[in-house]
């Protein structure tokens, strides 16, 4: 095969342009990210201000507030369960950061291997990735969940246990 | 001897052909380069491209995303049911800037290739004139 003239050929050009385009694409997503990131960060930043600013100071809450240096994801979580409240599960993710799931029965679907289980089925030390809507209260709403193998089992990264648990 | 060659001219053309051939031969020379420094971008990029495909990859398992693109296979119809969150989701953990610097190392790869291709081309069909015609 003449490796010139397939350099020369259209599907090559189609390929190299598809990849340029891809990054483009990437990119522009990247710089729309990093925008809202900006525009996220200033409205936080404000609220956190806002009883200092304009009414003296509020009472803060100790230790570091997530979100100070990069989005936490919405809408999933991977990590281990730390507590079961009822319907509400704590999350612990592999940032140690902790987010709670709220099972909704009749919407949430709960999964283990090939069948569906029941919220009772679940136990805290389960690893668990979840899908959902975050709500108002910065919940996410379970759509799916399922028990996922403890990393030891090598189907997962560990969580990172370097830093301390956020909250 | 001298007397006996000593009234032989040279052509005419003579001048035009050895200032065409050394014209020739300084543009072989300055492709020759310019494809050695291609293949030396190239030996240079290629560890790139596997240190930005290692990147990449575990970017991929660390941030999640292959487990929830996973469940796609495991949980076909509830993720279906739920595509938006699932989207969304997949949006969130997607390794942007690894994947683009792993993307623009292949397309600067192909480039390089087709531009060395295209100039070994050109080195050969020069080298075939030159051959046909001699010095």
Redesign the interface.
Known sequence: MD??KF??SKT?SI??WS??G??LV??V??AG?SAGFKKASFSYKWGENYYRNFAGPAPKFPGNMPGHDE?M????I?GQIIKIDGSTLVIKD?ENTEKTVVIKEGVS?L?RLREDIKLTDLKVDDFI?V???PDSEGQIEA??V?I?PSPEQGL??PPNNDNNAQF | MGKKYGNIEPPAYLLDKVIARIDREERLLALKRRVFAFFVAIAGLIPALVYAFGSARSMF??S?FS??SS?IF??TS??L??WQ??F??L???FP??E??IF??A??IL??L??LT??D??IINNMRTVNNQYGS
């Open positions: 490796l010139n350099f020369q090559f390929i190299t990849v340029a891809l990054i990437l990119l997503f990247s990210m989005f994801g919405a809408h999933g991977i592999r679907v999964r990735v899908i959902g809507e759509k799916l399922r996922l997962m990264p | 398992v660390e999640g487990e929830y469940l495991s949980d509830v993720v049911s739920y969150s699932f969304l989701t949006l969130e953990t942007i800037m994947t683009a993307l623009g292949i397309f192909l480039q290739l087709k291709a295209k070994i081309k």
